[in-house]
């Protein structure tokens, strides 16, 4: 049996561990088994870079924590090496980062994770992996709105360069009455 003080070591872990499940709004379980020392330094930069929290986690302890966040679906995937990454605003920055890094290699492996507190599958996970980062999306939606407004300044700029509203007009009225008796010509043989 532990002794108290460890066991009150391991319960704040858990503590930790179930406030940052419930916290976060999404989560990537994976088996590191395999990686170097250089690679697992890289990975982790660029995870801490993106917001997203990364560590080696005791499976006992965070099946515990599972629990105490009411994702038990996450206990089957806890067997071998588990290392939890985390991010509390960035949907799919641990999915992108993990999963690109797992394409690489051959033994680091996506085990399963969770997105607002429902435990997801690996597909789920691979779809978030495949979005484009948050910035992308933004400049995506700004460009959007941008283009009616940029048409709008195109058009008034034209009129603008062709003399005014009043000489865009006049060139506008000799053309549609060259256009009417062409139309009136075309129209005429069928009438008859």
Request: glycine share 6%; net charge negative; charged share 25%.
């Given at each position: 049996?532990?002794?108290?003080?460890?066991?009150e070591?391991?319960?704040?872990?858990?503590?930790e561990?179930?406030?940052?499940?419930k916290?976060?709004v999404t989560g990537?379980l994976?088996?590191y088994?395999g990686?170097?020392?250089?690679?697992d330094?890289?990975?982790r930069?660029e995870?801490?870079?993106?917001?997203?929290?990364?560590?080696?986690?005791?499976?006992t302890?965070?099946?515990r924590?599972?629990e105490g966040?009411?994702?038990?679906?996450l206990?089957?995937?806890?067997?071998?090496?588990t290392?939890?990454?985390t991010?509390d605003e960035?949907?799919?920055?641990?999915?992108?980062i993990?999963?690109?890094?797992?394409?690489?290699?051959?033994?680091?492996e996506?085990k399963?994770?969770?997105l607002?507190?429902?435990?997801?599958d690996?597909?789920t996970?691979?779809?978030?992996?495949?979005?484009?980062t948050?910035?992308?999306?933004?400049?995506?939606?700004?460009g959007a709105?941008q283009?009616?407004?940029?048409?709008?300044?195109?058009?008034?700029?034209?009129?603008?360069?062709?003399?005014g509203a009043?000489?865009?007009?006049?060139?506008?009225?000799?053309a549609?009455e060259e256009a009417a008796?062409?139309?009136?010509?075309?129209?005429a043989?069928?009438?008859e």
């Amino acid at each position: 049996m532990p002794s108290a003080k460890v066991l009150e070591q391991k319960q704040a872990i858990v503590a930790e561990l179930t406030e940052r499940l419930k916290n976060s709004v999404t989560g990537v379980l994976v088996n590191y088994k395999g990686i170097n020392v250089a690679d697992d330094t890289a990975l982790r930069k660029e995870l801490r870079e993106a917001g997203v929290q990364y560590s080696v986690v005791k499976n006992t302890l965070l099946s515990r924590a599972c629990e105490g966040a009411e994702l038990t679906g996450l206990q089957a995937d806890l067997a071998g090496t588990t290392a939890l990454a985390t991010s509390d605003e960035d949907y799919a920055a641990a999915a992108r980062i993990l999963a690109n890094y797992a394409k690489k290699s051959k033994t680091f492996e996506i085990k399963g994770g969770y997105l607002d507190g429902e435990v997801v599958d690996l597909a789920t996970i691979d779809s978030l992996s495949k979005l484009p980062t948050r910035d992308v999306l933004l400049a995506n939606v700004l460009g959007a709105f941008q283009a009616p407004i940029a048409s709008f300044a195109r058009a008034i700029q034209a009129i603008v360069d062709e003399g005014g509203a009043e000489e865009c007009l006049a060139k506008k009225a000799p053309a549609a009455e060259e256009a009417a008796p062409a139309e009136e010509a075309a129209e005429a043989p069928a009438a008859e």
